[in-house]
């Protein structure tokens, strides 16, 4: 579980360095880390896209996750 943490931190860090302006804070971006590891693990392979490539592969699909989480929760704080 302290792993997941750590690893939803970092992916939760970068997102929200590609979602610029986003100010979320900490506990944001790793709740969008974990969230967007969830989401892409659950939905990429309904979409039909494979999570190949071993770690590396899960770990891009959880970092598209987590920006696309951000981005939403960017554009509803803007609503």
Excluded: E
């Excluded at 709740?31 to 770990?59: E, T, Y």
């Amino acid at each position: 579980m302290t792993m997941a943490i750590l690893i939803g931190a970092v992916i939760g860090w970068l997102a929200s360095l590609i979602v610029k302006g986003s100010g979320s804070g900490l506990l944001t971006d790793i709740l969008a880390g974990v969230g967007g590891s969830m989401l892409a693990s659950f939905l990429l392979p309904r979409l039909g896209i494979p999570l190949g490539g071993g770690w590396f592969g899960a770990f891009l699909a959880a970092l598209a996750g987590a920006v696309l989480i951000l981005f939403i929760l960017r554009l509803v704080r803007r609503a």
